[in-house]
């Protein structure tokens, strides 16, 4: 039975994976981070990690990234690093971006991160730990 192109190319890029993982050190927190995953594979449906993880997983990262910048625009010794030093901040404007925030985010941002579960189903693409790789 012969594969088709796009097949060797997944088994190429698998192969090029392990082969790059066995150069890797091990990781000293592969074996708590495995614990943890499996623990939440069996305390939640492969919906509920693929949709509201994500989410979760997402917006935390995101707003960990945003605070700095969000703090720094009203602390006076930043001032002078504004690009529209001639504009400025109220919390009524950050108010009025945060709601159009929350609104980009769930509503256009979570139907997409909902259809990661029905991409991974159709694909066969596996949750559990084995079969994803050391990095």
């Known amino acids: 039975m012969e594969m088709n192109g796009s097949a ?14 066995s150069f890797l050190p091990q990781n000293p927190l592969q074996e708590p981070l495995e ?13 509920q990690i693929a949709t509201w993880g994500s989410l979760i997983v997402h917006e935390f990262i995101y707003f960990l990234f945003c605070l ?29 971006c945060f709601k159009m925030l929350l609104f980009n985010h769930f509503c256009i941002q979570l139907p997409l991160i909902c259809g990661t579960y029905y991409f991974t189903e159709f694909f066969s693409i596996p ?9």
């Open 127 to 135: 949750y559990d730990w084995d079969s994803m790789p050391r990095w």
């Open 8 to 21: 060797n190319i997944l088994s190429s890029a698998y192969l090029a994976a392990e082969f790059v993982d």
């Open 68 to 96: 700095p910048g969000f703090v720094f625009q009203f602390l006076p010794f930043m001032q002078k690093y504004k690009i529209q030093p001639d504009k400025p901040e109220t919390w009524e404007k950050q108010w009025k």
């Open 35 to 47: 614990h943890a995953w499996n623990h939440m594979l069996q305390n939640y449906s492969k919906f």
